[in-house]
């Protein structure tokens, strides 16, 4: 009867402490948070320096581009210039941008972008979907050249 006695209670604190390892073992189960598009864009203008081609004297720089600042990849985005352009990407991920960084010229190359001789009183304006509902508030933008705005 001890005997039988002891092994129950082996057997109860075995049982007893697999229970409290697993639960110790098992976080919080946190799901991804849902992408999220947001649009970014300027007008920007430029003034040469001594030395550089008459094309570059004076130009104009209009762009635009999406990123994802949610937490999970979005899916067949589409960039649309109104009046314009249209671009398309399978897959953003989080964090990422439909930009690219080209190695040959050393700058990042925005999807929807522009350059004119001159400066003159100019806009860009678009908006961009994707295959995944979204806050629809940071999807349309419009940016002027006469309007500094800060960089994000």
Known sequence: MVATTKRMVVAVLAAVALAVGMLAGTGQAAAA???ELQIRGGVECHFGQPGQPWN?????????????????????????????????????KPGQSM?????????????????WFGCIPTSISG???????DNVLDN?????????????
Do not use: C, H
């Open 99 to 115: 930009s690219t960084y080209n190695t040959k010229t050393k700058r990042w190359q925005r999807p929807i972008e522009t350059r």
């Open 33 to 35: 948070t849902p992408g």
């Open 56 to 92: 570059n004297f004076w130009y104009q720089y209009r762009w635009m581009t999406v990123v994802n600042v949610g937490g999970s990849t979005m899916y067949n985005v589409t960039l649309q210039e109104v009046g314009g352009a249209t671009r398309f990407a399978k897959s953003i």
């Open 140 to 152: 349309f933008g419009y940016w002027r050249s006469d309007i500094q705005r800060p960089g994000k």
């Open 127 to 133: 908006y961009t979907w994707g295959a995944t509902i």
